[in-house]
C-alpha cells in the first residue's frame, strides 16, 4: 500500500523559512513524478512544485513561489522536500505530496495525480 506522509509544517512569521518533507512508502517513485500542492480555506488545490524523480531531477514551479521554494529529491531514501524561504501570509495553506504512479509521465494538474498525503499545516503569520 503506498503512503506518503509530509512533516516540516509549523508557523513561522513572515519572512521566515520551513522545510517540508515528504516520505515515500509502499512504493518506489524513482522513475516518477512528484509533487507539492496546497490549499487554502476556500480555495482550491493548487500546484506549487514538481520534480521528475528521474534523470536530471527536472524541476517546475508556480509563478508565485518562484525564486523562493526549491523542491529537491533523495531517490535513495524515496523522499521529497519542499524548501520554503521568503515565506509570507500568502503562502498560509495545507501543503500537500503527492505522487504520480505512470512512469516518466510529467504534469502539474492535481487531478492526475494518483497518491496523496495527508497534509501539512503551514501558518504564516504578518
Known amino acids: 500500500q503506498v503512503q506518503l506522509v509530509e512533516s516540516g509544517g509549523g508557523l513561522v512569521q513572515a519572512g521566515g523559512s520551513l522545510r517540508l518533507s515528504c516520505a515515500a512508502s509502499g512504493h518506489t517513485f524513482s522513475t516518477n513524478a512528484m509533487g507539492w500542492f496546497r490549499q487554502a480555506p476556500g480555495k482550491e488545490r493548487d500546484f506549487v512544485a514538481a520534480?521528475?524523480?528521474?534523470?536530471?531531477?527536472?524541476?517546475s514551479y508556480a509563478d508565485s513561489v518562484k525564486g523562493r521554494f526549491t523542491i529537491s529529491r533523495d531517490n535513495a531514501k524515496n523522499m521529497v522536500y519542499l524548501q520554503m524561504n521568503s515565506l509570507n501570509p500568502e503562502d498560509t495553506a495545507v501543503y500537500y505530496c503527492?505522487?504520480?504512479?505512470?512512469?516518466?509521465?510529467?504534469?502539474?494538474?492535481?487531478?492526475?495525480?494518483?497518491?496523496w498525503g495527508q497534509g501539512t499545516q503551514v501558518t504564516v503569520s504578518s
Open positions: 520534480i521528475r524523480n528521474w534523470s536530471i531531477g527536472r524541476t
Open positions: 503527492a505522487a504520480e504512479s505512470r512512469p516518466y509521465y510529467y504534469t502539474s494538474l492535481p487531478d492526475e495525480y494518483d497518491y
